[in-house]
């Protein structure tokens, strides 16, 4: 685990968070510009936007060929390099974090046998985490990941308010964003998460189901488990991209 540097990875891992989310979000304006000018020139042919934000690169050529206006066109181009840019960069920024990671290969490859946990995800939670075997109960996994309500009590009264959002937030924050994915792991999750949505709402639901997953994390480090629900197709596919990346890694490494 990162048990001896555990604070040094884990501001490593904060500064991912950072940068992570950052550009997640220019991403998503920039995609939503390329659409919003598309519709109005009357293309509204969703599998088209997506297709041209995944293949930037050869997009001049199609846009040409298309009855756009040259001001309609410029825009797009530019919101197109710049998406182009920034993937690039994400990606770099994806093999090096992998190669921070590699000594803990085995626990990652573990953890992502759960659909939904990437080897970012995985590595994010060993980070943030440190030696599992430090937290004797679900319990204080869940104070320190901050996914656990804040208790105040008065007199005779107890009332149960927001999630302790002064502890860490570094897990929390990056599986937040792969609810959808998490909640679909297994029956029993995803019927877990649609009834909590419909009885407490989105934001309560997608806590609930990070302390269900949270805790089959740590239980799976603890016996050296794979997860119950394995897809072995989709954990096969995991696999060989996760060796794909490393394969990159060495390869910088060679060419450096």
């Given amino acids: 685990m990162f048990s001896e540097q555990s604070s040094g990875n884990t501001v490593v891992w904060e500064f991912y968070v950072d940068f992570f989310n950052s550009p997640n979000k220019q991403i998503r304006q920039l995609k939503n510009q390329v659409q919003g000018v598309l519709s ?21 050529e199609v846009l040409k060929k298309m009855p756009l206006q040259e001001t309609s066109r410029i825009c797009i181009l530019m919101s197109l390099r710049l998406l182009e840019g920034i993937l690039k960069e994400k990606e770099a920024l994806k093999v090096e974090l992998i190669r921070v990671g590699k000594p803990f290969r085995a626990q990652v490859e573990l953890l992502m046998s759960i659909r939904g946990v990437t080897p970012l995800l995985a590595l994010a939670f060993l980070a943030e985490v440190g030696d599992i075997n430090r937290f004797s109960s679900l319990r204080k996994l869940y104070s320190y990941l901050g996914v656990v309500p804040s208790v105040r009590s008065s007199g005779d009264k107890t009332r149960t308010g927001h999630i302790n959002r002064k502890s860490r937030a570094l897990a929390r924050t990056i ?14 999750l995803k019927q877990f998460y649609r009834d909590l949505v419909n009885r407490k709402g989105f934001g309560r639901a997608r806590i609930a189901v990070l302390r269900k997953v949270f805790g089959i994390m740590r239980r799976m480090l603890l016996s050296n488990t794979p997860y119950s629900w394995l897809e072995s197709a989709l954990y096969e596919k995991k696999l060989r991209a996760y060796e794909r990346d490393l394969k990159k890694m060495n390869e910088k490494q060679e060419a450096a």
């Fill in 175 to 188: 599986f937040t964003q792969a609810i959808p994915h998490l909640a679909n792991s297994s029956p029993l």
């Fill in 40 to 60: 109005e020139s009357g293309v509204r042919d969703r599998s088209f936007w997506k297709w041209l934000a995944k293949v930037p690169a050869e997009v001049e």
